[in-house]
């Protein structure tokens, strides 16, 4: 398996201070003042990048964009209710937009079928079980690590989530990221959720 991080944020700032240690040292009051600006700016930048980041797991091979895809169960492992089926409505939406056309999604578990509920475990069994059966080629699943509010004067939103795409003619993982990102005070779960989920999305290489 194929293991790459993407180039980390706190990298590409460093080369920026580099550059700033370059500048020549003004003579003159007015060159330290900007220097010293410069500085600030740069540092706020590494921490405004530094709020998420996404590792591309595995996934070499480009993924056709044409093929039948289906969005299976994401299993919730946070705290907060029902945010894999908040993950799974996200995933119908960007998927789309970024050029799947045959998308569907797994069906819902009746009430009545008490040993669907009993856990994540076989409600995933039995979608991909459905979803083989109706010989779809993708399958896209996933999992929510974090979805919270942060403790704190600031309580920013925080998401942390890893999506799997396989293939399910022979049941073979063909691409795979995992990202956190953590919001400002000013957002909320959902929406530090589908800017985190977008830039997974991207990361596939779709054709």
Known sequence: MLHTK???????????????????VARARGGWA????LVVM??????????GTVTRVHGPTPLAA????????????ADTVQAGERIEA??????????????DRYPASK?????????????YDSALSWARSQHYDYGV????????????????PAVGLTLTVIELGDNKVVWSGSGAQVGSSFQNTSGVALTLLATLVDAMTLK
């Open 6 to 24: 993407d180039a980390s944020p706190f990298a590409r700032s460093a080369s920026s201070l580099d550059g700033i240690r370059a500048v020549p």
């Open 34 to 37: 900007a220097l010293a600006g």
């Open 42 to 51: 740069t540092v706020m930048v590494v921490m405004t990048a530094g709020c």
């Open 66 to 77: 044409r093929s039948r895809w289906v969005v299976l169960p994401v299993t919730n492992l």
């Open 90 to 103: 996200m995933l119908d939406t960007v998927l789309r937009q970024r050029g799947v056309g045959s998308l």
């Open 111 to 123: 009430e009545d079928e008490v040993h669907l509920l009993l856990s994540d475990r076989a409600r």
């Open 141 to 156: 699943i996933g999992t929510v690590e974090e979805w919270r509010y942060k403790a704190g004067n600031e309580s920013e």
